[in-house]
């Protein structure tokens, strides 16, 4: 392919879509119905990033699950074994080659697709005060029965190989501490917002100047309201339609009733 064609094919960007990558949490999804929501996602044209890899379960008892994991490891050129096929032992690697058997990675397109995915165990430091969405159709909750058994990857993973299971679980621990205590300062800081706005808006003087900010307040996402409508309306390509829903998906304890809202995650549904 000469390189004008190369450089016009790769500077297309995809008409209608979110530039910001699509965070999804993997805790608690079933392993193939998420691949194949974001091998969908990804040939869209949408950046990817999949969190708590460890944390994906598969449907079936871990005893099954590992046999027939094991019966995959022992799948090799009897000539020479390095040159494949090679075997994952990272939850995210797994996860990364089941959803390149569901796109076409031999294709220039699916080569491209398969760039824009990415697969952490954990959550990294730059993910982890972003906003993270769970797929409905692919949680275990909403989709296996309560009887039915299912295996976590990252204890199938530790028993074929991986070997940092328990440094993820530390992380995570250390990450979660930190995120009660950010939530903790937020939900003080917001209450003592409100009870100065409460107390100070009885003064004339202070309820006018209150007035007018609120005022500029209202312009400003008016305005931003009417450029992003603006945008869609020169965009041709029709929009993939992310809905939003409040699915309880905790990771924080947190033990107060009055305001359990505001500690839990906003959990977008991913169509």
């Not at 020479?80 to 089941?98: C, E, L, M, Q, Y």
């Not at 954990?122 to 949680?139: E, F, H, N, Q």
Request: with cysteine; hydrophobic share 35%; aromatic share 6%.
């Amino acid at each position: 392919m000469p390189k004008t064609a190369l450089a016009r094919k790769t500077a297309l960007q995809p008409v209608g879509f979110r530039t910001q990558p699509i965070i999804i949490d993997g805790r608690g999804h079933l392993i193939g119905r998420l691949a194949a929501t974001v091998a969908k996602t990804i040939l869209q044209g949408h950046n990817v990033v999949i969190v708590r890899c460890e944390s994906l379960n598969i449907s079936g008892s871990f005893y099954r699950n590992k046999l027939k994991y094991l019966e995959f490891l022992r799948k090799r050129c009897n000539i020479n074994p390095s040159r494949g096929p090679f075997h994952f032992r990272a939850p995210s690697k797994i996860f990364t080659r089941i959803v390149r058997g569901m796109v076409p990675h031999k294709t220039e397109r699916g080569k491209q697709a398969l760039v824009r995915l990415r697969a952490f165990e954990g959550i990294p430091t730059p993910y982890d005060k972003k906003k993270r969405m769970v797929v409905p159709s692919a949680l275990r909750t909403l989709r296996l029965k309560p009887r039915r058994r299912f295996t976590e990857l990252g204890r199938l993973s530790s028993e074929v190989g991986w070997q940092y299971q328990t440094v993820v679980a530390t992380l995570e621990k250390k990450r979660k501490i930190k995120a009660k205590h950010y939530y903790l300062r937020q939900r003080n800081l917001k209450k003592l917002k409100t009870d100065a706005t409460k107390n100070l808006s009885s003064k004339p003087q202070v309820a006018k100047h209150l007035a007018v900010l609120q005022h500029a307040q209202d312009q400003i996402i008016i305005q931003r309201l009417k450029q992003c409508t603006a945008q869609l309306y020169i965009e041709n390509a029709p929009l993939t339609k992310i809905s939003s829903t409040s699915i309880k998906h905790d990771d924080i304890d947190i033990t107060n009733n009055d305001n359990n809202n505001n500690h839990h995650r906003d959990l977008d549904t991913l169509i």
